[in-house]
């Protein structure tokens, strides 16, 4: 991976995260009527910090799951290889509830997509929410966070990494130079 700038360190994670779910509480009124899920795999891991920074914050357990959006991509067919499910991880009815949808980078919108359509297959929430650490604009679908860590404007031949101690062993972002693969 090619560094081109380090967007934010370790430092400026852990700050972003607190922000994040303290905007969270506010719009939510507090954490009630919330539950957290993430989309796999780096999402899952930002959805995680984030219950637990909400949890400590407001003394309460909050219910979370993962979403494995593999099924409910767009752009499985033409593709040779078999995808690797991680499986879907929800173990609380979704209707009725607030759901925090966490991803961490926004581009294109069609990961969000799928996942808004494999959310309403499980249920009827009262309203879902986005939260992403980062939105790099470019989008292909009318698609919008609610919640963002960090706005980078990139180009188009840019990627931006978020980049995880439980994956990485690092927390930052990063943006680098192009390489071989999708769009989300």
């Not at 961490?104 to 309203?127: C, F, K, M, N, W």
């Amino acid at each position: 991976m090619n560094i081109k700038s380090r967007v934010i360190d370790a430092a400026g994670f852990e700050r972003t995260v607190t922000r994040l779910a303290h905007e969270i509480l506010e719009r939510n009124k507090g954490a009630e009527t919330i539950a957290i899920i993430g989309i796999r795999t780096r999402g899952e891991f930002l959805a995680k910090r984030l219950v637990d920074k909400i949890q400590r914050i407001e003394n309460r357990e909050l219910q979370f799951g993962f979403l494995d959006i593999t099924l409910y991509r767009d752009d499985l067919r033409g593709k040779l290889t078999q995808p690797i499910l991680k499986g879907t991880v929800i173990s609380f009815d979704v209707t009725g509830k607030d759901i925090i949808l966490v991803d961490d980078v926004l581009y294109t919108g069609r990961t969000v997509r799928a996942a808004l359509d494999e959310l309403i297959d499980l249920g009827r929430p009262q309203s879902i929410q986005l939260a992403v650490m980062v939105d790099r604009g470019h989008r292909e679908l009318p698609i919008k966070a609610d919640f963002i860590g960090k706005n980078i404007p990139t180009a188009a031949g840019d990627e931006v990494h978020v980049l995880m101690k439980e994956i990485d062993g690092e927390d930052a972002v990063v943006l680098t130079d192009a390489i071989e693969g999708g769009k989300s």
